[in-house]
């Protein structure tokens, strides 16, 4: 951060994570991305960046012994703005394929599907389109007190594995944890 600014605040952060399963997943936040077209003129101003989350799913390999071919299929997941998805948001589901031959591994043939999705609200929970997303929480969060079905639902012992991955991303960048608890002169 510039001086004069609380130096412990971080501006971008930039993390990987491998997971026992062997998946890896990743977080890029930049709370101060500047702008593309005239940087000298954008660059004080806050973009309009749409917040998306990317799941890329390890290749599935399906082998037909009878025709000696194999087909692979990569799918990514892409979910817009997920935070503000009473404004707008997408899911798009994308799925690569190869047809290649099994013992050579020689590509035959490839092709792309793309499915793209808008789920505003689940029926099931009793949502109303126009939510934000922390009214969409606030209203889970009363279900389950209330103990009716809350639909998507993350304990505590998630939570705090969440927690303790951010912890750790922090604290390998030789960066300080930030406080469970505010401080007393906060109140």
């Not at 062997?22 to 003129?41: N, Q, R, T, V």
């Not at 948001?89 to 994308?94: A, E, K, L």
């Not at 394929?97 to 029926?123: C, F, I, M, N, P």
């Amino acid at each position: 951060m510039p001086q004069g600014y609380d130096q412990d605040i971080d501006q971008a952060f930039t993390a990987t994570w491998r997971f026992p399963n062997g998946g890896i997943g990743m977080i890029h936040a930049d709370s101060f991305y500047e702008g593309k077209y005239l940087p000298w003129l954008t660059r004080y101003i806050p973009p309009v960046r749409s917040p998306k989350v990317e799941v890329k799913h390890r290749e599935v390999v399906v082998r037909n012994p009878e025709t000696g071919m194999e087909t692979a299929t990569k799918k990514t997941v892409i979910f817009w703005d997920v935070l503000a998805q009473s404004l707008w948001h997408r899911i798009d589901i994308i799925e690569s394929h190869e047809l290649r031959s099994s013992a050579a591994g020689e590509v035959k043939k490839r092709w792309t599907d793309r499915r793209y999705l808008k789920q505003y609200s689940d029926d099931k929970v009793g949502a109303d389109d126009s939510w934000t997303t922390y009214r969409h929480m606030l209203e889970q969060f009363v279900n389950k007190i209330r103990g009716r079905s809350a639909g998507v639902w993350v304990d505590g012992e998630d939570s705090i594995r969440q927690m303790e991955m951010i912890d750790g991303a922090y604290t390998k960048a030789g960066m300080k944890i930030r406080p469970s608890i505010a401080p007393k002169e906060l109140y």
